[in-house]
C-alpha cells in the first residue's frame, strides 16, 4: 500500500510546490507515529507566556517545540511578546512598535501570572536561542508578528543560521507579505503559513511562497473534516493551533478515520506528552490471545 507521505509527496510536485528535502533534525519536520507536542508561547499555563521561565518549563515537559511571538521594538530589535502592546503581560503600557528594546526589557513580563515569577523580563530572540542551545532536543516554532521590512527578516533569518538552528526552526507568520520576505532572505530556512480562515486559492498562495507547512486553527479543523486531507495530499504538513481538549486531540491523532495532523500547538505541552505516551503504548501494546482472561 502507498504511505500517506508518499502520496503527499506525489502532490507536492503536482501542485508546483517545491519537493521536501531529506529528513532534518527538527522533530516538526520528521515523519513520527504521533503528532509532534508543540508548546504554544512555551508551558503557558503554568508560567507566563512568551518568558524564559515558560520555555525552560516546556523543556522540561517533554515538549518537540517550543512556539513563541517575536516582534520588532522601535529600534529593530526583535523581542518575543504576542501582542502589539505590552498592556495585557507586562506592568508598562504602549505599543510594542513604539517602544525601545531597552525599555521593553526593564518591564516586569511575570506578575501578571502569578507573584512567583515577578522579575521575568521580556526575553530578546538572542535570549530565547541561547535558552534553546541548553536543550538540544527542543526545536522552536517562530512566528512573526505583522509585516517585516527585509533588512529585518534578514538580520533574524542570519542569526538563526549563526546559532546553528538551521535544521531546529520552522519560521512562520500569518502575513504573506513576511513568509514572501523569509523565502527571499534565507529559502534554505523551512516556512509556514498560518491561517485563521481559508481563503481561495490557499495551495495556490503556498506554492508561492514555498511553504512546507499551512498550520489551520483548531476551529477550522473541526469544522472542515477534509482541510487536513487536502493540506496533507498537496504535500504540506499541518500544524493546528491551539487545542487543549483531550477530545479534540483524538480526532486529531485521526482516531475518527482522517488522517492525523503532523503536530499540536497547545498551552498544556505536559499534558498532551503524557496523553501521547499512552496512545503510542496503547499502538504497541500486544493483543490478547484467543480465550485469555481472568480464571
Not at 529600534?75 to 525599555?103: K, M, Q
Not at 505536559?270 to 480465550?291: E, K, S
Amino acid at each position: 500500500m502507498t504511505s500517506h507521505r508518499a502520496h503527499a509527496r506525489a502532490g507536492r510536485h503536482a501542485t508546483g510546490l517545491p519537493p521536501l528535502t531529506a529528513p532534518r533534525t527538527t522533530r516538526l519536520l520528521s515523519p513520527a507515529a504521533t503528532p509532534a507536542v508543540v508548546a504554544h508561547r512555551g508551558n503557558s499555563s503554568v508560567a507566563p507566556q512568551n518568558t524564559l521561565a515558560a520555555l525552560e518549563a516546556a523543556c522540561r515537559a517533554g515538549a518537540d517545540a517550543v512556539e513563541i511571538d517575536v516582534r520588532l521594538s522601535a529600534d529593530g530589535v526583535p523581542l518575543v511578546l504576542h501582542d502589539d502592546s505590552v498592556d495585557a503581560t507586562t506592568d508598562g503600557t504602549g505599543l510594542v512598535a513604539a517602544l525601545s528594546a531597552e525599555r521593553l526589557r526593564e518591564l516586569d513580563a511575570g506578575a501578571w501570572f502569578s507573584p512567583a515569577f515577578a522579575g521575568q523580563r521580556v526575553p530578546t530572540f538572542d535570549d530565547v536561542l541561547a535558552l534553546l542551545a541548553r536543550h538540544p532536543r527542543t526545536d522552536l516554532l517562530l512566528e512573526l508578528k505583522d509585516t517585516w521590512p527585509p533588512d529585518a527578516v534578514r538580520s533574524l533569518t542570519e542569526a538563526i543560521v549563526a546559532a546553528g538552528f538551521a535544521e531546529r526552526v520552522l519560521v512562520q507568520s500569518f502575513w504573506p507579505d513576511t513568509v514572501a520576505a523569509l523565502r527571499d532572505a534565507a529559502p534554505h530556512l523551512p516556512r509556514g503559513l498560518l491561517v485563521a480562515y481559508e481563503p481561495g486559492g490557499l495551495l495556490a498562495v503556498c506554492a508561492g511562497l514555498g511553504v512546507v507547512a499551512c498550520n489551520p486553527s483548531a476551529r477550522m479543523v473541526a469544522t472542515d473534516p477534509g482541510l487536513v486531507a487536502r493540506l496533507q495530499a498537496a504535500g504540506l504538513r499541518v500544524m493546528v493551533w491551539t487545542e487543549n481538549d483531550p477530545a479534540a486531540w483524538a480526532a486529531l491523532c485521526g482516531a475518527g478515520g482522517g488522517p492525523a495532523v503532523d503536530a499540536i500547538i497547545t498551552d498544556r505541552p505536559d499534558h498532551l506528552a503524557g496523553w501521547l505516551a499512552g496512545v503510542r503504548t496503547a499502538r504497541t501494546a500486544p493483543a490478547p490471545r484467543a480465550g485469555a482472561g481472568p480464571g
